[in-house]
């Protein structure tokens, strides 16, 4: 059976997904629910919190709570992923063998436009449809434009069906290794395969001829697989959280990214400003004065600020995906207590906003 929830927390680099995605499932987990939380590249600090290393990226880590609770953490990796998935669709071992050590490989499966987006999407349907976990979180990738993690499906197969691929496929070198279009054209032919080398290098060449080939009986299990896993992104089990910084420059980048969500017939749940200044008294107008030039001035225009932010977006937003604020932290959470501490502050902060993701799951 498929887990019963599915969150996947997205937004914009540096707005504190990550923590915000381990916050939500130590809260879940404190409820004694069996939660699973997947997240790239976590940063040193947060991985001592969560107690895993590196063999989180190979199974799912138990991580016991001061609460009581055991949560299950994962540390994705593309590379590992795409691993995987070339096992499990090849014809044999010397068919894997053939791609997993092939150079191009090396670089493909870690630089492909949308591989670590569409990878990240992967591992979630591999463990959602384990049935282990009766909520899932995910944490996605740090892109500079979050909606590639949305599109990455998309792209993969589009990949797949593009005629530059299929001009790949064709036999371009003979059994000695040498160009099969320049064979026929003696000294001439020898002389541009010769340029060729030089300026790209034969063996690049080559080991491009030899991925491709090998990899081309693979096509329809990875298409088909990118369709289903567009299709997951696209259940009503899944809902997206849309995290933001607090400042009103980023309003608009807020608003573009939920509507993107919505029109594509994606599930968007709570909206979460985070890191929001405590609301101060004073206005900006007064303390761009310069009595009210210090510390103390400067931390009340930012509440000041982070308010009308916040003001705004939800006077923008659709009252069926409430605009959720949560306050700076004095300092970051370093360790599991913090990360429960921040999470039942996230679930208050949802539960008085009335959002349905806050409700208990125990059904």
Not at 219 to 246: C, D, H, M, N, Y
Request: charged share 25%; glycine share 8%; proline share 5%.
């Amino acid at each position: 059976m498929a887990a019963r929830r599915l969150i996947i927390v997205v937004g914009s680099g540096g707005v504190g997904k990550t923590t915000l995605a381990a916050s939500l499932a130590a809260q879940s987990a404190g409820c004694d629910q069996p939660t699973l939380v997947m997240t790239f590249d976590p940063s040193i600090r947060l991985k001592d919190a969560l107690g895993v290393g590196t063999e989180a990226q190979s199974k799912e880590v138990p991580v016991s709570l001061p609460s009581g609770g055991v949560l299950h953490a994962g540390l994705l990796d593309a590379r590992s992923t795409f691993d995987r998935l070339v096992e499990r669709y090849s014809e044999d071992d010397n068919a894997r063998d053939r791609i997993l050590n092939n150079r191009f490989y090396d670089n493909l499966s870690g630089s492909l436009s949308g591989v670590l987006e569409y990878m990240a999407v992967e591992r979630l349907f591999e463990v959602n449809q384990t049935g282990k976990y009766h909520t899932i979180i995910l944490d996605t990738p740090p892109t500079r434009q979050a909606l590639d993690f949305l599109e990455a499906p998309d792209r993969i197969v589009n990949f797949l069906n593009s005629g530059a691929l299929r001009i790949a496929l064709k036999p371009w070198f003979d059994d000695g290794g040498h160009l099969r279009p320049t064979s026929r054209f003696g000294v001439l032919g020898r002389n541009v395969e010769a340029f060729l080398d030089r300026m790209v290098g034969l063996k690049l060449l080559r080991d491009m001829a030899d991925f491709f080939q090998a990899f081309g009986p693979l096509f329809q299990g990875f298409e088909q697989r990118a369709i289903e896993v567009k299709k997951l992104l696209r259940s009503k089990t899944t809902t997206f959280v849309l995290v933001s910084g607090p400042a009103r420059e980023r309003v608009a980048d807020t608003l573009f990214f939920a509507r993107r969500l919505t029109e594509s017939g994606h599930n968007l749940g709570p909206v979460i400003v985070n890191r929001v200044h405590s609301y101060g008294e004073a206005t900006p107008e007064a303390t761009s004065t310069a009595s009210q030039v210090d510390g103390a001035g400067l931390i009340s225009w930012l509440g000041c600020r982070d308010r009308r932010g916040v003001e705004e977006l939800r006077s923008l937003m659709e009252p069926t995906h409430p605009v959720v604020a949560v306050p700076l932290l004095a300092h970051e959470p370093t360790g599991l207590q913090a990360l429960e501490e921040l999470g039942r502050l996230l679930h208050t902060s949802l539960v008085e906003a009335g959002d349905p993701l806050a409700t208990s799951p125990r059904q």
